[in-house]
């Protein structure tokens, strides 16, 4: 209970190999929280993370994205210039488009940020910039979360580059 106190949003992976015990042992403690009710469970991007009760279904959600490399360098980058293109937010952050359109989809999906239309022009704008801007700073993605995302920069990486098609 302390661990998922002290790390909101942590899952289950992550739990076991933080607190270096065997999955079963981390599955039976997580079960008996759950009955008991001291935690909640959240299913975001196919990934189940885990929060002391307290967190309402936004901050859940933000959290369990702001775990992601790569998810908050988007929202630095919008908190930094508020209504960026896709394409402008792609070079800030150093990934191809699509890769920003995947983590922009999940802020979209979730309420934590909206696309703007101006004929055919498109800009990113925060929904919640100060709910992000606070949590930003209380969580930070293990080296998993890390180790994960930067293997998916570099296949994307890869896959876009301009000879790719040649291999």
């Known amino acids: 209970m302390r661990h998922v106190e002290a790390n909101p949003g942590v899952h289950f992976n992550a739990i076991s190999r933080e607190l270096d015990i065997a999955t079963g ?3 039976y403690h997580v079960r008996k929280l759950l009955r008991e009710g001291g935690v909640i469970s959240e299913q975001v991007c196919g990934r189940t993370h885990y929060f002391a009760d307290g967190y309402s279904e936004t901050e859940r959600a933000a959290i369990a994205l702001l775990r992601r490399e790569t998810t908050r360098e988007v929202v630095f980058e919008l908190l930094r210039q508020d209504g960026m293109s896709p394409d402008d937010l792609a070079d800030r952050v150093g ?3 699509s890769t920003v359109e995947w983590h922009l989809s ?3 999906d979730n309420d934590l ?3 703007r239309y101006n004929g055919r ?3 990113v704008h925060l929904a919640e910039p100060e709910l992000l801007k606070e949590l930003l700073v209380t969580v930070d993605p293990t080296v998993a979360d890390r180790l994960v995302d930067r293997f998916t920069r570099l296949v994307d990486g890869l896959l876009d580059s301009p000879h790719s098609s040649e291999r």
Do not use: D, F, S
Request: charged share 25%; no cysteine.
């Open 25 to 27: 042992q981390t599955q």
């Open 95 to 97: 990934v191809v488009r």
């Open 106 to 108: 999940n802020l979209l």
């Open 113 to 115: 940020a909206e696309k």
């Open 121 to 123: 022009e498109v800009t």
